[in-house]
């Protein structure tokens, strides 16, 4: 990252490890209703198919995935509420 660029901030952090679908969208979707716009929420989730639900569930809900990161636990979601 360009020295001056300030990071992504993470306004709130959502834990789903250890839960599986449908419940990582449920709760992202819950989460995403309390956040204001242009605020961003951290996910993280373990459930393989975590990655491809949070992509489609974005794309629906027209909200942003800004960064998903494999961490050593699963997945790490960075999403801006847009609307």
Do not use: N
């Amino acid at each position: 990252m360009p020295e001056g660029q300030p990071a992504e901030q993470v306004q709130e952090t959502l834990d789903c490890i250890g839960l599986y679908c449908p419940m990582p969208i449920l709760k992202t979707r819950e989460k995403m209703d309390e956040i204001a716009v242009g605020e961003i929420l951290e996910v993280l989730a373990d459930d393989p198919a975590s990655e491809p639900d949070i992509k489609a569930w974005a794309k629906r809900a027209g909200q942003q995935v800004l960064k998903i990161d494999k961490t050593s636990e699963g997945f790490r979601f960075l999403i801006r509420k847009t609307k």
